[in-house]
């Protein structure tokens, strides 16, 4: 390939308009994600719960982890009052408005009344899932697989704004007015992505229609995950989901509700990491979004994946610098540029990687049970974060987030050959 047909081919996949759709439904899915996570955990703090408890309420996005158990429903069943809108726009739909709903019940509750606001914020982790599992098939089939790398990084660039939204204007409103507040305004902000959908174009691609109940049921729940084994045969299809599971817990064990109480134990205040970690830190990962979605446009999903497992997954250990150098705001920013680079270049290859593996008779479950294989180890090490924390402290805490990358890059060595070209000319 040329150097001008490379930079020609790069343009066209950004500009597609199926990438600016993706931007709009990113930001839909971004927005409640730290809302039960991250952003949260300040709210909680503020009200005077300990970090133990506050990364176990936190970790109501574990449900992210699990949607692979009813993404099944999204592949091969209709919403009675939705469906007008086709499949996969119809369930989004429906999740951006349990969304909003949910935002509003955690805005009515507050923590003061604690099981009921537990409660609601299950519910928008639940349909923030949902919206996930319909926003990730939708991108697999709009486009096909040498196109996902500019889908991903426009998706990206929506998901990010959203964590800015949700994260930095969150963080400091809340220095102004009550967070039950700031929650509304949350709520207010998902009918943009809901109007979005509105106009998108629904995909082209339909699942077959099962006859009869006894094949529906193996069409949907059996034959998604039979189907993995069949076409890479069982020794590869394990190693590969054994790769999976490792080698992105230094990245999701740090964005659940550890983080805003160690930066507020750091020194920082709530506008200082507003300002820092959801501002200017957001803008850096959209920057690493773009340049991981150009690796993949150039060099496939592999090798920018490899590569950055490893600068990731690494970066962890600057959190070290910190506490070394608490309170001092030069410090936090160049360990939160060099962490929001790395894991905004991480993005794209690796949901490019996912999205190759995945037979598209069987898009929302395979993509939704291989993306919550990648997030569920990081995860439930973030639900004894808070508890770990507090026995062995933060620094100990990181490094173990980062020993995960270990037996990661074992595998890594073992499956480079077999995937060196997958995605490069569609799906395996």
Known sequence: MSADK??????KSFTQPAAWTMFLFGFSSGLPFLLVAGTLSYWLKQHGIVLKEITVIASAGMLYAFKFVWAPLLDHWHLPLFERLGRRRGWLLF???GVIAGLLAMAAFTPAQLVAFVVATVAVAFFGATQDIAVDAYRIEIAPADQQGAL?????????IALMVAGAFALILADHVAWA???????????I???ANLYAREPAHAARVAPAWREAMRLAVIDPFADFFRRYGVPLALI?????????????????????PFYRDMGFSQT??????????????????????????????????????????????????L??????????????????????????????????LVNREHTATQYALLSSLVNLPGKVLGVFAGGIAMSVGYGAYFVITVLALVPATVLLIWLWPRYCDIGKEGAA
């Open 193 to 195: 992505p809901m109007a």
């Open 323 to 356: 506490i070394v150098h608490p309170g001092n705001l030069w410090v936090l920013t160049a360990v939160i540029s060099v962490e929001n680079l790395t894991l905004g270049m991480l993005g794209p290859p690796t949901v490019a990687f996912l999205s190759a």
């Open 181 to 191: 507040q700031v929650y509304v305004l949350m709520a207010l902000a998902m009918l």
């Open 272 to 321: 200082q990491i507003g300002a820092i970690t959801k501002i200017y830190g957001i803008w850096i990962g959209i920057a690493g979004a773009f340049i991981g979605g150009a690796m993949v446009v150039r060099w496939g999903p592999w090798k920018p994946l490899c590569a950055m497992i490893l600068l990731c997954g690494s970066a962890n250990l600057l959190y070290l610098l």
């Open 95 to 97: 999740a951006q408005i």
């Open 6 to 11: 490379g930079k020609q081919s790069i343009w």
């Open 152 to 160: 991903v990084a426009t998706y990206s660039l929506g998901y990010r």
């Open 240 to 260: 590969t989901l054994a790769f999976l599971l490792l080698f992105k817990i230094p990245e999701q064990a740090t964005i659940g509700g550890i983080m805003g």
